[in-house]
Structures are given as structure tokens and as C-alpha cells.
């Protein structure tokens, strides 16, 4: 090897070495931000290159009323993400229901909805939608579901008939989308360290926190009646289900508990129109 060659090569490995500790310093900084101010730096970093078919452009725009909402950019973008996110998790229909353009674009724009403030918005976690026709028996546990989570099989499961009545009646807190993918992004988030899985996991640390400095809380909660009981099996039903409230009805919700749905706001950086 002539010495040409040997510079040409140093100074690639010198220059590679400069690019790590750059990235790795970017990282910190930006995890430090992120904690400080609970939102990344920057939100999409991806060109919006991929599109959405006509059909379902129309059906956000008649039945979506969160994309609605959202101004031109923002729409662009989440045409972007959600043509992603359909694009990369595999749906199957179960007992003979094909999944369709419809079940697939309200599907997937609920999940994109719901991660809108994350920059980490395709919920890896997920890798399958499976989709009954109606409620389903479980062998698991030998009952019948509405829709439930598999981390360990990377899944996610619907009834499309409770799908679809969580997402036509619109403020009666009650949505097994929401709900589900609720359950998804919360474990998704405490196996990750990406910038928007920190922000959630120290945004569900301050609600937990709260709640339990917070006895008179607790009761108000439980007095009021705003969330059903099935908030208080445990913290992820707790999570799920303030989650619901906060997307159907996020002013009797911020009436009602402000500083809750503070905490809400910043562990899904959640900052858009109606919110």
C-alpha cells in the first residue's frame, strides 16, 4: 500500500470516529433537551414521500375528525406516516373477514394519531394487526376480548364490530383502539431508549408520581365517576384508560383535572388543535 493510500484511509477512519462521537454527543444533548422540555428537538426527519390513495385521503377528511384539525403540513405529514405504518405492519383478517382499504386506513390512522408527538411514531412493537369480525374467544384465559396485546408475538388484536363502535361514537370514553394501542405504545416505550420512548417513560413516572403524592386525587378520581373503574386494576389499565378520556373528551377532562391532563399532554407531547 503506497502512501497515498495510507492518508486516503486514515483520514476516513479519523473522519468515521469524528462522525460516532458526533452522533453519540447528539444523542446525549438531545436526551438532556428532551427530559428538560419533554419534546425531541426536531419531530419528522424522513422526506414525505409516501402518499395515500385517494379513497383514503376522503376517508380522513369525512370521518377523521383529528386530521381535520390539523393544519396543511400537518396533514402532509401524517399522510406520510400513516401510508408508512400501513405499509409496514402485516394485517389478517380471522373466522373469513378480509381486511380492507377502510379497516386498515382507521386503523392505522389511530395509531398515528395517537404517536403524533413522538418522532418514533411506527410503534415497533407492533408488527401484525389481526382483525376478528367480532368479539373473540381466548384460550389464554378462556374469556371473550375485544382486543388485546402480545408483546412476545409482536401482535395486536381487534374486534372490527367494537372497533368500530369505540371510533362512530366519539366521546363516551369508551374506544378499544385507543385503548389497545394505548397498552402498545406504553410497553413499546419502556423497551426503547429512542428520544420520544425517554420523554413518555419520565412523562409515566410523573403521573405515577403524582397520584401517589396525591391521596385527595385519587379519591376525586374515583368519586367523580370520569373514568371507569377498570382505570384502577393496575397502571397500564390506568395509563390505557386515561388515554381514552383524553383523546374523546379532552375539555371535561382538563376541566375536571387539570394538572392530570397536563401530565397527559406532556407524555405524548400532545400539543395539536382541541388539545
Same mark, same amino acid.
Given at each position: 500500500?503506497?502512501?497515498?493510500?495510507?492518508?486516503?484511509?486514515?483520514?476516513?477512519?479519523?473522519?468515521?470516529?469524528?462522525?460516532?462521537?458526533?452522533?453519540?454527543?447528539?444523542?446525549?444533548?438531545?436526551?438532556?433537551?428532551?427530559?428538560?422540555?419533554?419534546?425531541?428537538?426536531?419531530?419528522?426527519?424522513?422526506?414525505?414521500?409516501?402518499?395515500?390513495?385517494?379513497?383514503?385521503?376522503?376517508?380522513?377528511?369525512?370521518?377523521?375528525?383529528?386530521?381535520?384539525?390539523?393544519?396543511?403540513?400537518?396533514?402532509?405529514?401524517?399522510?406520510?406516516?400513516?401510508?408508512?405504518?400501513? @405499509?409496514?405492519?402485516?394485517?389478517?383478517?380471522?373466522?373469513?373477514?378480509?381486511?380492507?382499504?377502510?379497516?386498515?386506513?382507521?386503523?392505522?390512522?389511530? @395509531?398515528?394519531?395517537?404517536?403524533?408527538?413522538?418522532?418514533?411514531?411506527?410503534?415497533?412493537?407492533?408488527?401484525?394487526?389481526?382483525?376478528?369480525?367480532?368479539?373473540?374467544?381466548?384460550?389464554?384465559?378462556?374469556?371473550?376480548?375485544?382486543?388485546?396485546?402480545?408483546?412476545?408475538?409482536?401482535?395486536?388484536?381487534?374486534?372490527?364490530?367494537?372497533?368500530?363502535?369505540?371510533?362512530?361514537?366519539?366521546?363516551?370514553?369508551?374506544?378499544?383502539?385507543?385503548?389497545?394501542?394505548?397498552?402498545?405504545?406504553?410497553?413499546?416505550?419502556?423497551?426503547?431508549?429512542?428520544?420520544?420512548?425517554?420523554?413518555?417513560?419520565?412523562?409515566?413516572?410523573?403521573?405515577?408520581?403524582?397520584?401517589?403524592?396525591?391521596?385527595?386525587?385519587?379519591?376525586?378520581?374515583?368519586?367523580?365517576?370520569?373514568?371507569?373503574?377498570? @382505570?384502577?386494576?393496575?397502571?397500564?389499565?390506568?395509563?390505557?384508560?386515561?388515554?381514552?378520556?383524553?383523546?374523546?373528551?379532552?375539555?371535561?377532562?382538563?376541566?375536571?383535572?387539570?394538572?392530570?391532563?397536563?401530565?397527559?399532554?406532556?407524555?405524548?407531547?400532545?400539543?395539536?388543535?382541541?388539545?
Amino acid at each position: 500500500m503506497d502512501s497515498t493510500s495510507r492518508i486516503v484511509l486514515l483520514t476516513i477512519f479519523f473522519v468515521s470516529m469524528g462522525l460516532v462521537v458526533l452522533s453519540r454527543f447528539y444523542v446525549f444533548f438531545e436526551q438532556l433537551y428532551a427530559l428538560k422540555y419533554r419534546k425531541p428537538l426536531f419531530l419528522n426527519v424522513i422526506p414525505f414521500k409516501k402518499t395515500l390513495s385517494p379513497f383514503q385521503l376522503q376517508l380522513l377528511i369525512e370521518e377523521f375528525s383529528f386530521y381535520r384539525n390539523l393544519d396543511k403540513k400537518q396533514q402532509l405529514i401524517f399522510q406520510h406516516r400513516l401510508a408508512h405504518f400501513i @405499509a409496514e405492519k402485516q394485517f389478517i383478517g380471522r373466522q373469513g373477514l378480509q381486511p380492507n382499504e377502510r379497516m386498515k386506513t382507521l386503523i392505522g390512522a389511530t @395509531a398515528v394519531m395517537l404517536t403524533f408527538g413522538f418522532r418514533k411514531y411506527s410503534i415497533g412493537l407492533i408488527e401484525t394487526i389481526i382483525i376478528y369480525p367480532r368479539q373473540y374467544h381466548s384460550k389464554v384465559n378462556e374469556t371473550y376480548h375485544k382486543g388485546e396485546v402480545n408483546p412476545n408475538l409482536k401482535v395486536i388484536v381487534f374486534s372490527w364490530e367494537d372497533f368500530e363502535h369505540g371510533y362512530h361514537i366519539g366521546d363516551d370514553n369508551l374506544n378499544v383502539g385507543i385503548h389497545e394501542f394505548g397498552h402498545a405504545i406504553h410497553l413499546n416505550a419502556f423497551g426503547n431508549k429512542d428520544t420520544s420512548s425517554v420523554i413518555f417513560k419520565q412523562g409515566f413516572q410523573d403521573l405515577i408520581t403524582y397520584l401517589k403524592l396525591n391521596a385527595c386525587i385519587r379519591q376525586s378520581l374515583i368519586q367523580s365517576k370520569y373514568f371507569r373503574a377498570y @382505570a384502577y386494576t393496575n397502571h397500564y389499565e390506568f395509563f390505557a384508560v386515561l388515554l381514552e378520556n383524553f383523546i374523546e373528551t379532552p375539555r371535561a377532562f382538563k376541566t375536571q383535572f387539570p394538572e392530570l391532563y397536563r401530565l397527559m399532554q406532556k407524555t405524548m407531547n400532545f400539543y395539536f388543535t382541541g388539545y
